[in-house]
């Protein structure tokens, strides 16, 4: 893929708002409530598969570097193996997801109920990869990590998605 000046410059901008968005949140418990999804389903729905993924590998580079892009305002390679590390994670996942669905947009009849049905498919593999993690730093079962660091998300995160897909289809 060759990155031209327009791209490096939606990239860039588009990172930024992921690092941004990722710092307001309100802290819960080990995984807080963080509007950084709502950046990561803006920047796939706008830039699509290849540019959003390089997207959000760049956002947690920077994060894994110490500077405090993530939730929080924190940062470093502690965080991604922490707690909240397997969702930071799954934001690839999230990314190449939508990002790849807002690409064939075109072929799809009823966009917005393709998006946001992707959208469902995105955040479950989200919380399956999150929950992992945080099964695994906690020494919990499964089921319980599930329920208690992913699934009382959801309606939050459903509301994330629909404001990225009202938003991001218009920017598009």
Same mark, same amino acid.
């Given at each position: 893929m060759k990155i031209n000046t327009k791209d490096l410059t939606l990239i860039s901008l588009f990172c930024a708002i992921i690092c941004i968005f990722s710092i307001i949140s309100i802290p819960i418990g080990p995984v807080p409530i963080s509007i950084c999804v709502l950046a990561i389903f803006l920047s796939s729905i706008v830039l699509g598969f290849k540019k959003s993924i390089i997207t959000v590998i760049v956002y947690i580079l920077i994060g894994s570097l110490g500077l405090p892009v993530f939730s929080g305002f924190r940062g470093g390679v502690q965080v991604l193996f922490g707690p909240t590390g397997g969702y930071i994670f799954s934001y690839i996942f999230i990314a190449g997801i939508m990002g790849l669905a807002s690409d064939n947009l075109s072929k799809i009849k009823h966009k917005k109920m393709f998006l946001f049905?992707?959208?469902?498919?995105?955040?479950?593999?989200? $919380? &399956?990869? #999150?929950?992992?993690? $945080?099964?695994?730093? $906690?020494?919990?079962?499964? @089921? @319980? *990590?599930?329920?208690?660091? *992913? =699934?009382? =998300?959801?309606? =939050?995160? &459903?509301? @994330?998605?629909?404001? *990225?897909? &009202?938003? #991001?289809?218009? &920017? @598009?």
């Open positions: 049905s992707t959208s469902l498919l995105s955040l479950f593999i989200c $919380y &399956i990869t #999150g929950s992992v993690q $945080y099964m695994l730093i $906690y020494s919990i079962e499964f @089921k @319980k *990590a599930l329920i208690s660091s *992913a =699934f009382i =998300f959801l309606p =939050f995160d &459903i509301l @994330k998605s629909v404001l *990225a897909i &009202i938003i #991001g289809t218009r &920017i @598009k």
